[in-house]
């Protein structure tokens, strides 16, 4: 009896120490996450950043609103709730919360199905349009002797805003911080409003605290100063710069969409997904 005994205890011994299928296939689903993510009130083809926490996996969706996440290269000691965020700058932030076992989709899950796929569709919610002006007379507005090109901003959520603000001394504040796209050669160029008054002091734009409310309509025109600007012949996409406070932004969705630079008036700003419909200029 004692001998009969040994090659039953080696074999549950065995099984203990290494990986049961039947286990896994009870108690997780797979290691590959996809759903659809709509933007509302979208104006351009922007694209949905998506970001699976722990797993520093960041993609985006594609034309159709798709995407898909394949978990298979992750972290195998990943166990209990993780989340999914989606960001898009000028959006609220999403999210839906996942369950995994030893890196893979747990069985009980209530925003996957069985296959990995979101059970609904993600509807994001949008902060605020910003549109340029279809009456911008570009060319003729770079002749006037404070040029400016102007969009109209409509606010779907309370929000705070950071932008540049410059006045003149009257009452007139105009906004200031351009994001210029050299569509021909792909250069990038960055301008605030500067100049000098008549007494030779230098005049600088600031930073400004902006408070906006739903259905607020509101017109920014930006600033151009055409002496410190100097365009070479091409088609520009010119947006303007601002920053919208999220009430929360995980650290690791920051650092994985380029650190806290893209949030700021820099190159890496061109890179922040958002969904703003530029103004065109053509310099011939």
Not at 17 to 46: A, K, L
Not at 168 to 185: A, E, K, Q, R, V
Request: some cysteine.
């Amino acid at each position: 009896m004692k001998n009969n005994h040994i090659p039953l205890f080696l074999f549950l011994t065995y099984l203990s120490c290494t990986s049961n299928p039947i286990w896994n296939d009870s108690s997780t689903i797979g290691s590959i996450i996809s759903g659809t993510v709509v933007p509302e009130n979208r104006n351009g083809n922007v694209r949905v950043c998506i970001w699976l926490e722990d797993f520093n996996i960041i993609t985006y969706t594609n034309e159709q609103d798709r995407f898909i996440i394949n978990i298979n290269e992750g972290l195998k000691d990943v166990s209990g709730q993780r989340k999914i965020y989606f960001f898009i700058h000028n959006y609220l932030l999403d999210s839906i919360a996942v369950n995994f076992i030893n890196g893979r989709l747990a069985n009980n899950q209530l925003s996957l199905d069985e296959n990995g796929e979101l059970v609904n569709t993600i509807y994001m919610k949008k902060v605020l349009s910003c549109i340029a002006n279809p009456n911008n007379q570009i060319n003729e507005s770079l002749e006037l002797s404070s040029p400016y090109i102007g969009f109209n901003t409509i606010v779907h959520q309370n929000s705070n805003i950071d932008i540049y603000r410059f006045s003149f001394g009257d009452s007139t504040l105009y906004n200031s911080g351009l994001m210029i796209y050299n569509i021909t050669n792909n250069d990038k160029v960055l301008h605030r409003y500067a100049t000098i008054d008549n007494n030779g002091n230098p005049l600088q734009d600031y930073s400004f605290p902006l408070n906006v409310e739903i259905y607020d309509e509101l017109v920014w025109n930006y600033l151009i100063n055409i002496d410190e600007l100097n365009l070479a012949q091409g088609e520009y996409l010119v947006a303007p710069y601002f920053q919208i406070k999220h009430s929360y932004l995980p650290i690791g969705l920051i650092n994985a969409l380029g650190g806290m630079e893209i949030f700021t008036f820099s190159n890496e700003y061109f890179n922040m997904p958002m969904d703003i419909v530029s103004a065109n200029i053509l310099i011939d």
